[in-house]
């Protein structure tokens, strides 16, 4: 089965800092697809940055990049330029492959963003 | 973009009685829907797999007899937590999946919140 592992429960920073959020997990298969997810206060799920295991580059989506290790199977997200709007629950996701869809999630990283 | 509506997003019931929550996809077919349970300051627990046209498939643990759900159309899913108690007052999440080219991976509705008194 596969795990994820978000080992950061909180973090803050100032605004216009840049933060990284770490994402560890754990699975014997060689494909598969990686997503960062953001949960504001609304509780609506947002997709922040997703990033397919067979591709060497990292995903970046505007201020927001991902530093995946296929070999560490790390997977952390970088936010740039950090706004107040990205205050928020964060959750690292693994999904095995179209076929087998169920996401599993990390337990999650609340940012704060300081103004 | 693809939209997954949810309804109702806040309900109140006492306890005993039945609840239904729906959720549909607005403009994608979706033949899985997948229903999830998130407790306060927690994470998305998986509860249950919904297929158009089966019977759906649970994760360990999840009572199938309280928690029916319903995958009637590509359009549908229903989630009913039948005589409810307080311990099921959660937020309780939808989602389905995406695929084809570039645009792939879950789409969420915006949740329930159920409070059972």
């Known amino acids: 089965a596969q795990t994820v592992t978000q080992s950061q429960p909180e973090m803050s920073v100032q605004e216009a800092e840049t933060v990284t959020l770490s994402c560890t997990y754990d699975t014997s298969e060689n494909n598969y697809y990686l997503f960062w997810y953001k949960q504001p206060p609304s509780r609506q799920m947002i997709l922040v940055i997703r990033q397919e295991a067979y591709k060497q580059q990292n995903a970046t989506e505007n201020r927001f990049s991902v530093n995946f290790q296929k070999a560490a199977k790390s997977f952390s997200l970088k936010i740039s330029d950090s706004q107040l709007g990205d205050t928020a629950m964060y959750f690292c996701a693994f999904m095995k492959n179209f076929g087998n869809e169920k996401l599993t999630f990390g337990t999650g990283t609340r940012l704060t963003i300081i103004p | 973009g693809a939209v997954v509506s949810q309804h109702p997003s806040r309900v109140i019931c006492k306890s005993g009685t039945s609840v239904k929550i729906e959720c549909r996809s607005l403009?994608?077919?979706?033949?899985?829907m997948f229903w999830y349970r998130q407790f306060p300051k927690q994470s998305l627990m998986l509860m249950a797999t919904?297929?158009?046209?089966?019977?759906?498939?649970?994760e360990q643990g999840v009572e199938k007899d309280k928690f029916l759900i319903n995958h009637a159309s590509l359009t549908l899913s229903t989630l009913t937590v039948t005589s409810a108690h307080p311990e099921d007052s959660s937020f309780y999440i939808c989602?389905?999946?995406?695929?084809?080219?570039?645009?792939?991976?879950?789409?969420f509705g915006s949740g329930t919140r159920l409070t059972v008194v």
């Open positions: 989602s389905a999946t995406l695929r084809g080219g570039s645009n792939y991976g879950y789409t």
């Open positions: 403009d994608f077919q979706a033949t899985t």
């Open positions: 919904s297929n158009e046209g089966s019977k759906a498939t649970y």
